[in-house]
Each structure stands twice: as C-alpha cells, then as structure tokens.
C-alpha cells in the first residue's frame, strides 16, 4: 500500500465523450505526476502538479489537463476521446518536486474508449 | 526517449540472487537511478534508487558502478512473487523544477520453482 489512491479503477468510454480520473496522494506529498500506459509499453509522462500549478508537461495534447487541489489530491481531464486513448493512468505522488525523493504509484484506472 | 537499456527478460531461480543490469552511459551528474517493478499492470512500485554510492534497503541492493554509465539491482533472495516488469529509470529535470521518470521497457524477470 502507497496510500496513493485511484478513482474509479475501471472505466469505458465513448469516442468523442469527456472522462475524469481522480488522485488522492499522499499523505503530506505536494507534488502529482501523472502517466499513461499502453499495453505492453512502460508509462508515458503526461504532466506534473506542484503545489497546485502545472510545472511542467510532457507530448501531450491540450484535451489532456488537470487540477491540483488544496490538500494536494489532483484529477486528469480528457476531453474529445480517442481510440487511442485507451490506456492504464497512473498517478504518483512525492513530497516534492526534486529529484531525489521516491515517488508513489497508486494502482491506476484502467481506460477503455470504443 | 529512454535514457537506460535493459535486457527485455530473465530468469531467475526462487531463493537465488537476481541481478538486473542497467545501462545509463548518458547520465548526467546530477541526475538519479531509480528502480521500480510493476506488477501485471497494477501501479509501478518504488524499489530503491541511488545518485552515485551503493545504496540497501530493505527490498534490494543497488550497485553504481563508479562511472556512473551502468548499475545493477539486486534482489538478495528471489521469490515467486518478484516476477514482475523491473524498469530502471533515470530521473531528469525536464523545464525548470519539474522532474518526470522516464520508463523504458523494462526486464521482465521470470523467477522459476
């Protein structure tokens, strides 16, 4: 157990339709990184919440965004479904944003779009 | 893109030592190893990590080799239960204070009965 948490842990959407994915970190932790992972493939970085701002994102596209709350739980937008975002999101939380603190992995949601 | 190569499976006897290699030659000094597992697609799981000196915890050793251009996770006593995708990372500063893990493929270890 992380004590990172995922919500919810499965989901099938739509083509086109909008989904939320929610991240409750952990306890203490400020900062939120979340990933994308294919089948077969290691996770993708998608982007990182410090304290509430976005500080930093990898090759996504704009219909990829999110939130950071006060007490540091964050969500993942997707807007305009694609097949091809079909995907286990991963969210890991750390106490900061530096390099050399472990970060936490909750157990994902698993995306399905058709 | 990646910055670690890692052999794509191995095998391992249970109750042997298993030693996963990792190549890094493009590390940066101030840049970090970490090792993670994942386990038939549930949430990666923090193993251990390390900048230049070997580190133990209570899962793994690791080994950096002085160089910095590869290193070597250990797991002391293998069990069924270690089989699992072992992605060695380098962690990177990516736009100012952000950092991100970029995960490669990953070694699938196979510990055998």
């Known amino acids: 157990e992380t004590g990172v948490t995922q919500s919810p842990t499965h989901l099938i959407k739509t083509r086109g339709q909008q989904v939320t994915l929610r991240c409750s970190s952990q306890s203490g932790h400020n900062t939120v990184s979340w990933y994308q992972q294919a089948l077969g493939q290691g996770p993708q970085f998608i982007f990182q919440y410090y304290r509430e701002e976005e500080n930093g994102r990898g090759n996504f596209p704009p219909r990829f965004s999110g939130l950071q709350f006060p007490n540091y739980s964050s969500e993942l937008n997707v807007n305009a479904l694609e097949l091809d975002d079909s995907a286990l999101y991963l969210c890991a939380s750390s106490l900061a944003a530096g390099l050399n603190t472990e970060a936490f992995f909750g157990q994902g949601t698993r995306l399905t779009v058709v | 893109d990646a910055k670690t190569t890692q052999p794509p499976s191995m095998d391992c006897a249970e109750g042997r030592a298993a030693n996963l290699p990792c190549n890094h030659s493009t590390i940066s000094g101030n840049e970090y190893v970490y090792w993670y597992r994942q386990i038939h697609s549930q949430g990666p799981q923090y193993i251990i990590h390390?900048?230049?000196n070997n580190e133990t915890n209570e899962m793994a050793s690791l080994i950096i080799t002085e160089d910095r251009k590869s290193s070597t996770l250990i797991l002391p006593h293998a069990t069924l239960r270690d089989t699992a995708v072992y992605y060695c990372i380098v962690r990177v500063l990516y736009g100012g204070a952000t950092n991100k893990l970029i995960f490669g493929t990953g070694t699938l270890l196979a510990v055998q009965p």
């Open positions: 390390g900048l230049k």
